[in-house]
């Protein structure tokens, strides 16, 4: 038997760390001295990248990560060294915070926190043109951010090194800018994704910010940069302070100062990161199932991708939608992205797979579909069977269009949910929802949960922070951060690819809109080639001005024939709805009630299956309007914007 020495295990041993640093699961790393304070260097992504070590850390691990010149004035970060603190850095100088930047931040800030047990948040350290960094990544994490730190920082790369403004700015960064943005000058003007727009999000969170500037900096103007954002950032709630360095020689024409008392800047990200506080952890409201492999090797070999967004309100609003689009794009920039945004407020799972057809399907087939429904579905009154019935429908029709499409099923939040969940029950719709998830293989995410229990842990507030089922900024960001972290992973399909058997034999898997022409035998109707309201009563898009099958009268009649195993209405619902009887094939004669308590204030979209569980085959639904009407309404109208039909 061969005798191994010691040599020769510790050669092996370097052989296997050198392949584990090459796969980026162990980086190799090298110690050295910086100021009394063990420095450990490693290639992270193939980039420099180091970490120095406090002595004796405080517990949580708080951390300073600076952007771009970091051995510049690192008086602070000595002091910080000394009290506890890490101090970080990863080399993407030159790429002026642009979206490949921001990945290589994501990924080296989950290696830190993740497998180093750095604190959750961080304070950011950014010097001159590290402002685009530092500001760009805060932006898209504001909820990991502790505070932020900002020397003379570029906020506007119009001003530098663009040099549209008072300063000479630099030709030949300019112009890398640009190309690293894939922007022309005209684009560049009106470009948002700088350090001074968008800042609501990290305004919401109250993250801290302090400026030091020198006022008489003529290479980055404060004028143009650190004013401009300061005052847009207390306008929109956020925290903020400035201090001009005025004492000592003020160098490249002003761009270079000395730090005056650097133990009380140090004592601001002291103050604002320790104690360090551990978040309520977002994997236990995320589930996998089968993943989204496939989408995402569509989007990485063919650099082509169609996503869609199907929702009510919260899907139609700019948020959580907008910023998941863009994290796609960044996350895969080679790919040419098709995106369809169908949200339409008000409308739950019942209308979304009625109109999936037509709203989606009509204008691409997705590769990746994101679905929410459950406050809509919990606010109209779907019951536990018609809201499996439609979201399986949705991913049956999904599926028969394409069997490789990944689907995010999503349960948001509301004050009734949390009413639930302090009560330990599990809402209804939350519940629907990850049944057909896990049934299909559709990953998901319970945000209804996620709030409910940040708030019990004193994360923040329904009423300060969150607001409104309608989130505000921050409600946007809680969404889109989980919904990111649910993009971040990338796992092996655990999925065949086949389609199950139905939940339930009627789901609405063969949904779709008849139009209004298709009504026969009218009495007192009439179809209105571009209804629009005679009061002003606010409407919604794409039901006004629309072809609509309209009576007002009592006794007014109409039949319509169709094929399938369900037919249903949907109306448009204004202060003047009346009542309606209805028959199918004769059989038992119905009513049904078509004002809402919202008609008062909308003509609202309102979807009603007047029959789901029929045989297959022809049938005739007649509807006569009744003379009877509700006792808040003004009026006996009917109108019909589309015949549902599950064929």
């Not at 038997?1 to 041993?13: P, V």
């Not at 959580?320 to 960044?330: C, G, N, S, V």
């Given at each position: 038997?061969?005798?191994?020495?010691?040599?020769?295990?510790?050669?092996?041993?370097i052989g296997y760390l050198s392949v584990f640093a090459q796969s980026g699961s162990v980086p190799a790393t090298v110690s050295s001295n910086w100021k009394g304070f063990e420095k450990v260097s490693f290639k992270f992504e193939n980039r420099e990248a180091w970490y120095v070590k406090p002595k004796s850390p405080v517990p949580g691990n708080p951390w300073v990560w600076r952007a771009h010149f970091p051995g510049w004035h690192t008086e602070m970060d000595s002091i910080l060294l000394s009290r506890g603190f890490h101090v970080v850095y990863v080399n993407t100088n030159d790429m002026f915070g642009n979206p490949e930047a921001m990945q290589v931040w994501d990924n080296f800030y989950d290696f830190l926190v993740k497998q180093k047990q750095f604190a959750p948040k961080v304070a950011l350290e950014g010097v001159s043109r590290g402002g685009l960094y530092v500001y760009n990544w805060a932006k898209r994490n504001p909820d990991k951010i502790s505070c932020i730190y900002a020397e003379a920082p570029v906020c506007d790369p119009r001003s530098w090194p663009g040099g549209k403004g008072k300063g000479p700015g630099s030709e030949k960064d300019w112009a890398s800018w640009l190309s690293q943005y894939k922007l022309t000058e005209e684009q560049a003007g009106n470009f948002t994704d700088?350090?001074?727009?968008?800042?609501?999000?990290?305004?919401?969170?109250?993250?801290?910010?302090?400026?030091?500037?020198?006022l008489n900096d003529k290479i980055v103007p404060p004028s143009e940069n650190s004013?401009?954002?300061?005052?847009?950032?207390?306008?929109?709630?956020?925290?903020?302070?400035?201090?001009p360095m005025t004492r000592g020689e003020q160098k490249l024409d002003g761009h270079h100062f000395p730090i005056e008392r650097p133990d009380l800047l140090a004592n601001f990200i002291y103050h604002n990161s320790v104690p360090v506080l551990r978040p309520v952890d977002r994997t236990p409201y995320i589930e996998v199932n089968a993943g989204l492999s496939r989408a995402f090797a569509k989007f990485k070999n063919e650099?082509?991708?169609?996503?869609?967004?199907?929702?009510?309100?919260?899907?139609?609003?700019?948020?959580?939608?907008?910023?998941?689009?863009?994290?796609?794009?960044?996350?895969?920039?080679?790919?040419?992205?098709?995106?369809?945004?169908?949200?339409?407020?008000?409308l739950g799972s019942t209308p979304h797979a009625f109109r999936f057809e037509r709203d989606v399907l009509a204008?691409?087939?997705?590769?990746?579909?994101?679905?929410?429904?459950?406050?809509?579905?919990?606010?109209?009154?779907?019951?536990?069977?018609?809201?499996?019935?439609?979201?399986?429908?949705?991913?049956?029709?999904?599926?028969?269009?394409?069997?490789?499409?990944?689907?995010?099923?999503?349960?948001?939040?509301?004050?009734?949910?949390?009413?639930?969940?302090?009560?330990?029950?599990?809402?209804?719709?939350?519940?629907?929802?990850?049944?057909?998830?896990?049934?299909?293989?559709?990953?998901?995410?319970?945000?209804?949960?996620?709030?409910?229990?940040?708030?019990?842990?004193?994360?923040?507030?329904?009423?300060?922070?969150?607001?409104?089922?309608?989130p505000s900024p921050y409600g946007q960001e809680v969404y889109f951060q989980t919904i990111k972290e649910l993009l971040k992973r990338t796992p092996a399909d655990n999925g065949s690819g086949k389609l199950p058997a139905s939940l339930d034999r009627f789901s609405y898997e063969k949904a779709r809109y008849h139009p209004v022409?298709?009504?026969?035998?009218?009495?007192?109707?009439?179809?209105?080639?571009?209804?629009?309201?005679?009061?002003?009563?606010?409407?919604?898009?794409?039901?006004?001005?629309?072809p609509m099958l309209v009576g007002e009268a009592p006794g007014s009649s109409f039949d319509f024939e169709f094929k399938g195993r369900?037919?249903?209405?949907?109306?448009?619902?204004?202060?003047?709805?009346?009542?309606?009887?209805?028959?199918?094939?004769?059989?038992?004669?119905?009513?049904?009630?078509?004002?809402?308590?919202?008609?008062?204030q909308l003509h609202l979209p309102w979807y009603l299956m007047l029959a789901d569980e029929l045989s297959s085959g022809k049938h005739i639904l007649h509807v006569e309007i009744l003379q009877d009407k509700n006792e808040k309404g003004t009026g006996n109208a009917c109108r019909i914007v589309h015949f549902l039909v599950n064929e």
């Open positions: 038997m061969k005798k191994i020495t010691a040599l020769a295990i510790y050669i092996q041993l700088i350090p001074l727009k968008d800042l609501e999000g990290l305004a919401a969170f109250k993250v801290p910010i302090l400026h030091v500037i020198g004013d401009i954002l300061i005052q847009n950032y207390t306008k929109l709630g956020g925290p903020a302070s400035v201090y650099r082509k991708g169609t996503v869609a967004f199907l929702g009510g309100s919260i899907t139609y609003n700019p948020g959580w939608r907008t910023k998941t689009a863009q994290y796609l794009r960044e996350k895969f920039p080679d790919t040419e992205f098709t995106f369809i945004a169908a949200g339409i407020p008000s204008k691409g087939t997705p590769d990746l579909l994101f679905v929410e429904a459950a406050v809509n579905d919990r606010g109209n009154g779907f019951s536990e069977k018609a809201q499996v019935k439609a979201l399986e429908g949705i991913l049956r029709q999904m599926h028969f269009k394409n069997p490789n499409a990944d689907v995010v099923l999503m349960a948001f939040a509301e004050p009734a949910k949390n009413e639930d969940y302090d009560a330990g029950r599990v809402p209804v719709e939350v519940s629907v929802h990850q049944r057909v998830a896990k049934h299909y293989g559709a990953s998901y995410i319970n945000l209804a949960k996620e709030v409910h229990d940040r708030i019990a842990a004193g994360e923040f507030s329904w009423k300060y922070d969150f607001k409104d089922l309608h022409t298709e009504a026969k035998k009218l009495k007192g109707f009439a179809v209105d080639p571009n209804w629009k309201p005679k009061d002003k009563t606010s409407t919604r898009a794409g039901f006004v001005e629309v369900a037919v249903g209405i949907a109306i448009i619902s204004g202060a003047d709805a009346g009542k309606i009887a209805y028959t199918i094939d004769g059989k038992k004669v119905q009513s049904l009630d078509l004002f809402t308590r919202w008609s008062t």
